[in-house]
């Protein structure tokens, strides 16, 4: 099969375009990872969850969004440690340890009582073990299997979350319906115990790890190409690629941590409300797998700027919906958009700045992501307590993802493209290994002026 990647470039034939390919199989168990983690069942259950601790505690949404924020920040704070240990260590075996505390945390959550303490306490830990658990580590993985394929690879891993968004909220829905909130605590804690936990660590492994973990010093800097994190951190790149994930991370987070109880407010139904969030993750499904295809043969920063409009423009129309029938194509254009930085952040962070520092880096620009991510569930649930609507706020959100949107058009050309010999992949091969000594000319590349 020929797979012309880049506008100008060569066509080229890969290993990686065979179904045959060992990576394509990682990928699929780095789906199923992401789909059981923090990513998923912690942040598409939350918002199901407000009414029921409100009435169950009388806590009411402030304090309640104080744990979203709580659990956001330790990923945060966590991201770019465990993100080094991932660039150090085979990332399955770590994934696979965080998986089953992030486990044992929402298992927790159904023993909460009227005190605060508690729910927040068990929010910090589904944080620091829910850093280790979403993309970050998966993303390591799968992009030391692929090089000209990779967007499609990544689009793989990313969508376990827009599985998830799609599977979660009628699951909770009916669950609580059904069994009341603490047994759906138990039973969204089996999905990492006894899914996402065995699978990572029989199945998720990196190509050659065992000879890349043992080798140390100049043997183990020439497996892997690219700049070291210090040296990224000069680069004009990395900045815009943040300032572009804070600003979907204000719209996007705010309002998956309130759809439940905003479209309440607007008296949709409960099932309206589960049909609206699950459109939202099927659009959102559907936007990755078409984004990641994307990446392999467009600009990413161009995707970038037609994604964060996307997500903008539909996130203000979901503000603004009055009805399900305004609610639902406002909830598709949102999720189209929606989760972008999924993608892109990994796939545009190997072609700027290489494999060396991966994953310390993407804990980095995640960080970033994650502390507006629990800014914003905390800024709507004051206003909406001072106001009684959501709608401003999120308008002033939407502004800023629109901004965001723009920055992404400052980004430069890719530094570490995909290499454009036509050399065919062995099975057992790591691209990594094939376009090392292409990505380590390229490394000499001046920085792009800050």
Known sequence: MVLTNMPGRTP????????????????????????????????????????????????????????????????????????????????????????????????????????????????????????????????????????????????????????????????????????????????????????GTPLTLLFARSPRAASFHRATGPARSAQVAGLRWSEALQSRSFWLLAMGVCALSLSENGTLAHLAPMLSDHRLSPRDIAFTASLLGISSLTGRFVLGWLLDFLEGSHIALASLLASGGGIFLLAHAQSFSAAAPAAFVAGLGGGCELDLIPYMLRRYFGMRSFSTLYGLVYSAYAVAGAIAPLALGRVYDRTGSYTGILNVFCGVTIAGAAAMLALPAYRFAPSADSKTNRPDESPADIAESALTTEKGAAFESN
Not at 115 to 132: D, E, K, P, T
Request: glycine share 10%.
């Open 12 to 195: 080229v034939r890969s290993a990686e375009n065979s179904p045959g390919y060992p990576g394509w199989r990682v990928a699929v168990v780095c789906h199923i990872g992401v789909l059981t983690g923090f990513a998923t069942v912690f942040i598409y259950s939350f918002s199901f969850m407000v009414k029921p601790l409100q009435q169950q505690f009388g806590w009411n949404r402030e304090q309640i969004a104080q744990a979203f924020s709580l659990a956001a920040i330790s990923v945060a704070i966590c991201s770019p440690g465990i993100g080094k240990l991932f660039d150090r260590f085979d990332p399955r075996r770590l994934i696979a340890g965080f998986m089953a505390v992030f486990g044992l945390g929402i298992a927790s959550l159904a023993f909460l009582t009227p005190n605060l303490v508690q729910f927040y306490s068990s929010a910090v830990v589904i944080g620091v073990a829910g850093a280790g658990t979403y993309q970050l580590g998966y993303a390591r993985i799968v992009a030391a299997w692929f090089d000209r394929r990779l967007g499609a690879a990544l689009s793989i891993v990313v969508a376990g979350s827009g599985v998830g968004s799609f599977v979660v909220p009628p699951l909770v829905e009916h669950l609580l319906a059904a069994y009341g909130w603490r047994t759906t605590y138990l039973a969204l804690a089996a999905l990492p115990l006894l899914a």
